[in-house]
């Protein structure tokens, strides 16, 4: 599925290329700088997608409609519902325009399959994990939403419909996964979710995980209880309020079920009952374990502790609807993020377990084989599944699901079909180098690290196979080396780095080595920073910051920065970390380590870290010294979690700072600016609704306008920080990671939901004043534009294949009209001399615009109207409907509208890959240009000469002989193939000789050089 951006008809794209970013003089901040924009104002303005979608992303569940199979849903983690109606040859997103991305479950009444209850808040539990706001329901097949309450849930684990009655649903609420709540448990509605009763509660630290039914007697319930909590610095996976309950009234009462299950404190717990024997309950259990020794902390791609006993963790079964129990095996992989138990919808004894290693039992769950095999590390079927669909009509047919994305297999699961079609990638870390046009790398979450193009020559656009793999495991940070791509930063876990040479494809091992008796400690992203001043300078965050200056050769090191604290000592849930052991701390790196850091773009003395137990460090000597800031910030809570620090561009004492403190239950935002390194504080968060603050970014050009992303929305201030505009056209999920590019100004978005977007060109933003926002018209600069056509360079892909977006073509111009009406023209004319290139026809309604100029010259049927392109069966048009391209130069670009004029001057440059002189440029657009007037002419001609039928069938060979002429420098083919090739001489001859025989024909042209006159010179 491509973005949902729509394209335009002045064709074929530019890249996005400037002189390289100079740091200018840094003036101090000055507040209410710019003017405030609003999200009215920014309607108009559209980012696009770029994938990549080849990794797939985390899915929590899926259905599938009963009687139209090719109708999938599918919820993701935090990248929202996505549905198909052709069994995944495209995909639409469903809860783009919604306040929440993250869901758990996806459920179709039985009775009326159009109406779907989602559950908000994936249930897995890892420190990534994000949160919603309770359930919606939607009766159209998904087209359109309410919300039905239970916002405290946080995380929904299961819903159930009635198989009769639409309107009778239960919901497994986990609660808040970092704080105590008492909006946990069942939940039961009758009226559809108007209201909803608490069914089953046991406290306030436990939730209800999972929930089952006997389809032939929904009275007949099981659900599965679950108490855990997780903080930044530990997590704690179980207690004495985890078991499984049985309801026989619809949930009105409820009894646990003990006999033959463990006994005391247990974690997570699965459940299943099969379709066709509902006495047959299976489940997955976690149990205690005796506390033993604790794994190595913070080991580079460690997940830390797991303690569990596999003499009573594993799988049980239950053939007296749950009366007795019977441990079958120690089958139940890392329970904290899986638990999920399925049985076949006609053989009880087929029994399925998705987690890291898929599995199935046909003994009812004594012996397990794998259904997910993989040859070898990252070949065949990825790891870590967490949701599966059985065909009732055929045992081999099912789809498997989880952290690599959506799987379909035929054979039982020997086999399987990928479909990595719509881009839901979750990205914890992004960075771009300086190639011509960039490049963007990425880590995602369990999927690797990735680079790919910012655009390309392709027709179809960002392909899947464009993207690259440059790392394994989780990847993080991506840092680019000053001195180029041969030398980047790729992190996976917990502070395991390579340098990689990503034109060669060689990597080599980096970090700093710890001395003997001393253990290094890493977050699960543990940042990493390249310097923009000094090649093979290198920063990597621990609990101490680690310096290389020989591309991460060898190490220095700081002083530790953290408040050391002992996480060991202190309570989860009433239990001291150090005797927690059931799950304890899975998913947990180092704590008291640097989450974030910066080098200030003016001076590589100064150095900005932030903790993940709330410090705020900075160093004016490159780390010998540090000065603890954070306790100047003002209305932060204690221990909050660093999640960015961005040092200015424009004043070296001046720096941004948020907080995300959902790790203590909080989820409000915090932002923050210092101009005097720190030693005050002013907040920038009052205009911000809830949600976490994941980044904030400050625009190279303008000190005034800055970015930040929160686990919904991308927000942009053009006023300093004293108001926030969401940037629309962009889908709720969480936004991890911004990049303003230091030359081209192109915002890059690394979500962790819907993969990477690109905001194209934000000079308008560095100038949005409240001059320009008050003038009655005002065209904004805008970058340079690339000569170059695109390649149709693949055939036939059908419309299965995903298909990132390219930039607009040529230069894309953004214009702001203030009240009125009329006519608004865009006249280009080349700089040197004034003459008319294009008069364009756009947009006339109030308030701000952007259209492209395609870098060509006017059509020549002389109609001149910029439309957009939107046209779902092409990316872009096939064949060009304008002139002929213009000469690489300098062009005046002027706005006329309400009575003024507004003006800005652009380059065109030739195409860097082809050795083309100017001279070459101008006389192949030359040749054009007289072609396409002889053309017209002949055209014409054919009109006057109508009757005699001699002077029409020359004028018609003229005709045939320009067009044959044309066909191999212009767009006379499809795809507008053609070069920019000057004439033969052969051709310019034969095009004189052409227009000498329609003049003795019809005698001159009426109007000599008119379309000349409408080229570049």
Sequence with gaps: MRGPRPRHTLGFALFFLTVPWVAGPAPAHAQGEGAAITATDLAAVHARQIGPAVTGGRITDLAIHPDHRSTIYVATASGGIWKSV???????????????????DVTLAPSDPEIVYAGTGEQNNRNSTSWGNGVYRSDDGGATWRHLGLEGTRHVGRILVHPDDPDVAWVAGLG???????????????????????????????????????????????????????????????????????????????????????????GRIGIAVSPSHPNVVMALVEAPTAPGDTP??????????????????????????????????????????????????????????ASTNSVKSEDGGRTWTTIAAQPSYDVGVHLDMHAMWFDPDDRDHFYLAGDGGLHETFDGGSSYRKINNFA????????????????????????????????????????????????????????????????????????????????????????????????????????????????????????????????????????????????DSREIMGVRLEDAYISANDGVGGFGVVTTLAESPLDREVLWVGTDDGNVRVSRDQGTSWTEVSGAVPGLPDEAYVSRVDASAHDRATAYVTFDNHRNGDFSPYAYRTGDFGQSWEALHADLPEGSVNVIVEHPDAPHVLFLGTEYAPWVSTDGGSSWARIPNLPTTAYDDMILHPRD?????????????????????????????????????????????????????????????????????????????????????????????????????????????????????????????????????????????????RYRVTLAARGVRSSIVVEVRGDPLLDRTEAEYRASEMFQLRAAALARRAGEALREVRGDADATAAVRAIARDVARLMRPYGDSGRFSDGNFDPPRRADATRLAELEAALERLIGPDDEPGRLLRLGSG
Excluded at 318 to 325: N, V
């Design 745 to 889: 100004k192109d915002l890059v978005l690394g979500t962790h939901g819907r993969s990477i977007w690109i905001l194209d060109d934000t000079r308008f933003l560095a100038e949005w004043t409240a001059e320009t926002a008050r003038a009655p018209a005002h065209l904004f600069s805008a970058d340079r534009g690339t000569l170059f056509r695109y390649r149709k360079d693949n055939s036939y892909r059908g419309q299965a294949e995903f298909a990132g977006e390219n930039p607009p073509d040529g230069i894309e111009l953004t214009y702001r009209l203030g009240p009125g009406s009329g006519d608004v023209t865009l006249q280009i004319t080349h700089l040197d001399d004034g003459a008319l290139v294009r008069h364009i026809e756009v947009p006339s309604t109030p308030g701000l615009h952007r259209v492209n100029w395609n870098l060509r010259n006017a059509p020549a049927d002389g109609r001149d109207v910029w439309e957009r392109w939107d046209d779902p069966a092409y990316p872009r048009p096939p064949r060009a409907t304008d002139g002929p391209f213009v000469s690489p130069g």
């Design 296 to 353: 190595e902390e913070g080991r580079p791609g460690a997940f830390g502790p797991m303690r569990r006993d596999p003499g009573a963790t594993g799988t049980y079964r239950s053939e007296d609807g749950g009366a007795t129990w019977q441990k079958m095996s120690d089958e139940n992989g890392r329970p904290m993020y899986y638990s999920h138990i399925f049985i076949d919808p006609n053989d009880p004894e087929l029994v399925y377990s």
């Design 86 to 104: 052709n069994r995944g040859h495209s995909w639409t997103p469903l809860f783009d325009d919604q306040p929440v991305a993250a869901f758990g």
């Design 424 to 567: 839901i990638g979750q990205f914890y870390a992004i960075g771009v180098d300086q190639r011509d046009p960039y490049w963007v790398y990425g880590g995602m979450q369990d999927n690797h690290s990735w680079m790919g193009p910012s655009e390309t020559r392709r027709y179809d656009g960002i392909l899947n196979d464009d993207w690259q793999q440059t790392g394994f495991s989780d990847g993080m940070y991506q840092q680019v080396d000053k001195g180029g791509p041969r030398n980047v930063y790729v992190a996976a876990t917990s502070g395991s780095y390579n340098r990689v040479d990503v034109l060669a494809g060689t990597k080599r091992p980096i970090g700093p080595v710890a001395p003997a008796g001393e253990r290094y400690r890493f977050d699960w992203t543990s940042p990493g920073l390249a310097s923009m001043h000094t090649e093979g300078l290198f920063y990597l965050g621990g609990n101490r910051l680690f310096i290389s200056r020989d591309f991460g050769e060898t190490f220095e090191r700081t002083e530790p920065l953290d408040r050391d604290i002992d996480r």
């Design 176 to 266: 808040n996964l970092w704080a105590p709540n008492e909006e946990r448990g069942v939940f039961r509605t009758r009226d559809g979710g108007l209201s909803w009763e608490k069914a089953l509660y046991v406290d306030e630290h436990t939730g209800a995980v999972d929930l089952a039914y006997d389809q032939t007697n929904p009275d007949v319930l099981y659900a599965a209880t679950y108490q855990r909590e997780r903080k930044a610095w530990g997590f704690n996976g179980g207690g004495p309020g985890s078991g499984i309950w049985k309801s026989t009234d619809g949930g009105s009462t409820w009894i646990e079920l003990t006999n033959g299950l463990p006994a005391g404190d247990k």
